[in-house]
């Protein structure tokens, strides 16, 4: 994908984007065996559980603010050199407590790799909080009652990623209360392991602004119909639906669906290595799929940048 056309993603895990490489470079200082998800220099699983484990496995070695520094400017710098000038990068306290970090200290280690990448390639970065969903809704709200707190300038969004296929999205809502009294921009993983329904949930008792997938509204046209009314985001992520399973390839994927019904639809990597995805990769993936240009992939640059969560002057200026 050409690097002249400028690009944004607003989900990428930071957990979910160290390379087998850097995470077997940690392993190996902290001489932990990574054998079990990681083998001939790639992640192993084969279903979202164990897709699961693997993300925690490679969190869990990610222990100083120095490490959490490396991961965020090494992943920005890479997708500043596919053409990203802008992405949000999701953050979840709950890794960095087990890995045996404070909030603030893998706040600030991020918030460390995000200067260094700005002033090396001038990308710009954001993060939003995410509480867990299968940890259970009292530790999705205490990851909230932390963003809440304004621990950090970056810290602009709250979310909720996990197992969809945990609990119930109404258990949820008082914590995206918390968030959105915060002033916080709000945005919910549904529709990705679960159908129409799920997203039906997250509208009804989270009321976002965008949705973490969303994908599979397609399957239900009055859903559609709705996303497009209220204007909702999809957060869409098709390298990584491919990875899991939902679509057999990228014909089947409903992304030039969804677009033509007048959905505003963004492109991002979700957990790259785990994926075989990038933000370019995907820019990628749907022009070869569907022979859009340039302007058409402006456009959802412009649409990501639109629902960034990131502060008028700065939108102004990336816009
Ligand atoms: N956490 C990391 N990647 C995720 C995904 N694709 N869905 C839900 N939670 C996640
Ligand atoms: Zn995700």
Same mark, same amino acid.
């Given at each position: 994908?050409? /690097?002249?056309? %400028?690009?944004?993603?607003?989900?990428?895990?930071?957990?979910?984007?160290? @390379?087998?490489?850097?995470?077997?470079?940690?392993a190996?200082?902290? &001489?932990?065996?990574?054998?079990?998800? #990681?083998?001939?220099?790639?992640?192993?699983?084969?279903?979202?559980?164990?897709f699961? /484990?693997?993300?925690?496995?490679a969190?869990?070695?990610?222990?100083?603010?120095?490490?959490?520094a490396?991961?965020?400017?090494?992943?920005?710098?890479?997708?500043?050199?596919?053409g990203a000038?802008?992405?949000? #990068?999701?953050?979840?306290?709950?890794?960095?407590?087990?890995?045996?970090? /404070? @909030?603030?200290?893998?706040? =600030?280690?991020?918030?460390?790799?995000?200067?260094?990448?700005?002033?090396?390639?001038?990308i710009?970065?954001r993060?939003?909080?995410?509480g867990?969903?299968?940890?259970g809704?009292? %530790?999705v709200?205490?990851?909230?009652?932390?963003?809440?707190?304004?621990?950090?300038?970056?810290?602009?969004?709250?979310?909720?990623?996990?197992?969809?296929?945990?609990? %119930?999205?109404? *258990?949820?809502?008082?914590?995206?209360?918390?968030?959105?009294?915060?002033?916080?921009?709000?945005?919910?993983?549904?529709?990705?392991?679960? &159908? @129409?329904?799920?997203?039906? *949930?997250?509208?009804?008792?989270?009321?976002?602004?965008?949705?973490?997938? &969303?994908?599979r509204?397609?399957?239900?046209?009055?859903?559609?119909?709705?996303?497009? *009314?209220?204007?909702?985001?999809?957060?869409?992520c098709? &390298?990584?639906?491919?990875a899991?399973?939902?679509? @057999? =390839?990228?014909s089947?994927?409903?992304?030039?669906?969804?677009?033509r019904a007048?959905?505003?639809?963004?492109?991002?990597?979700? =957990?790259?290595?785990?994926?075989?995805?990038?933000?370019?990769?995907?820019?990628?993936?749907v022009?070869d799929?569907?022979?859009?240009?340039?302007? =058409?992939?402006t456009?959802? /640059?412009?649409?990501?940048?639109?629902?960034?969560?990131?502060?008028?002057?700065?939108?102004?200026?990336?816009?």
């Amino acid at each position: 994908m050409s /690097t002249t056309v %400028k690009k944004a993603e607003l989900h990428c895990h930071i957990e979910g984007a160290a @390379p087998p490489a850097l995470v077997e470079a940690q392993a190996a200082r902290y &001489g932990v065996d990574v054998s079990g998800f #990681i083998s001939n220099g790639a992640y192993v699983w084969s279903n979202f559980t164990e897709f699961l /484990t693997a993300y925690d496995g490679a969190a869990g070695l990610f222990r100083s603010q120095a490490d959490y520094a490396l991961l965020a400017r090494s992943y920005l710098e890479g997708i500043a050199a596919q053409g990203a000038i802008y992405a949000e #990068i999701f953050v979840s306290p709950d890794h960095a407590v087990a890995a045996g970090l /404070t @909030p603030a200290a893998y706040f =600030d280690g991020l918030a460390d790799g995000i200067a260094a990448a700005r002033s090396s390639t001038g990308i710009e970065c954001r993060m939003i909080i995410v509480g867990i969903r299968h940890l259970g809704a009292d %530790k999705v709200e205490a990851a909230a009652r932390i963003a809440a707190s304004r621990p950090h300038p970056l810290i602009t969004g709250f979310g909720m990623a996990g197992d969809e296929r945990f609990g %119930k999205v109404a *258990d949820f809502a008082r914590a995206f209360d918390i968030a959105r009294d915060a002033g916080l921009g709000i945005t919910i993983h549904a529709g990705e392991l679960c &159908g @129409p329904e799920s997203v039906r *949930d997250a509208l009804d008792h989270v009321h976002p602004s965008r949705l973490g997938h &969303g994908v599979r509204a397609a399957e239900d046209p009055d859903l559609v119909s709705r996303i497009v *009314d209220e204007g909702v985001v999809l957060e869409l992520c098709p &390298g990584s639906n491919l990875a899991l399973g939902l679509y @057999p =390839d990228i014909s089947h994927h409903p992304f030039d669906q969804l677009r033509r019904a007048g959905v505003r639809v963004t492109l991002n990597s979700d =957990d790259p290595p785990h994926f075989g995805s990038s933000v370019g990769h995907e820019y990628q993936l749907v022009a070869d799929a569907w022979g859009y240009d340039a302007a =058409d992939l402006t456009g959802f /640059t412009r649409t990501s940048l639109e629902a960034a969560f990131v502060e008028e002057p700065l939108r102004a200026i990336l816009l």
